[in-house]
């Protein structure tokens, strides 16, 4: 029987599902890895040392699991991991393997969804305290302001999956108003942590009309999609049968229960130690 090699997609916990989504739907063909370290869950509070040894031991795990290119779908393991990692280890892990982010697609693009060229980007304490979205989006769009707040609180309520309570409704409505009080100018609102789509209903409470609210599925799947028709050699490696194994580093009863009602279908999830 053939070895799979699948298309890898990692995440702190739960939110990578939102992105791992997306990536399915634009490209079915391939078979797919998930992981989500829910056990050490959530990452962004965490030292920027930690956050690069933990995401190391799962890239490390998935590629032993045959996966030849890894999606970051976390925000802050992207920003406070994925240059170390690629510039120190992939050589040592392997020369053909590929490791990519959530952020830079995003930055490529969202400066053309602002008409006013201010940007506000939520995200948690480790990616905003980073700085990566403004310096890259300053890359591709010199022009464009960003503004940007952390929401400490948010990866651990939908984690514990007490997104949908009262309590999680002031937290968003606290944190939304705490950003747009940065500049009246704002028009366009990044979620930049894929944990947050999952509050997508609440925020949009609070957010005025006239402010997008943009979430990173859809862009990373057709930066994905594009990197794929660009690099064939990335491309070859990957198997293809359409098949999907999801893996947790927590109890996997609980991620099957919470991931299945985020993913849209029925998950069986392996539990693993990294």
Known sequence: MQQSHPLGIFDSGFGGLTVFKAIRERLPQYDYLYLGDNARAPYGDRSSQIIYEYTLQAVEWMFRAGCPLLILACNTASAEALRRIQQNDLERLGAQKRVL????????????????????????????????????????????KVYQHACPMWVPMIENNEHTTAAADQFVKQDVDKLLQLSGDIDTILLGCTHYPLLMDTIKKYVPDGIRVVTQGEIVADSLADYLQRHTEIEAQI???????????????????????????????VQVRL
Request: aromatic share 10%; proline share 4%.
């Open 101 to 144: 982010g959530v952020i830079r697609p995003t930055a490529e693009i969202i400066g053309d969804y602002t008409k006013t060229k201010s940007v506000g980007v939520l995200g948690t304490h480790g990616t905003i305290g980073s700085n990566i979205y403004a310096i890259e989006i300053n890359d591709f769009f010199p022009d464009v």
């Open 239 to 269: 198997s293809r049968g359409g098949q999907v194994t999801f893996h947790t580093t927590d109890l996997p009863e609980q991620f099957d229960r919470q991931g299945s009602a985020i993913f849209g279908e029925a998950i069986h999830s």
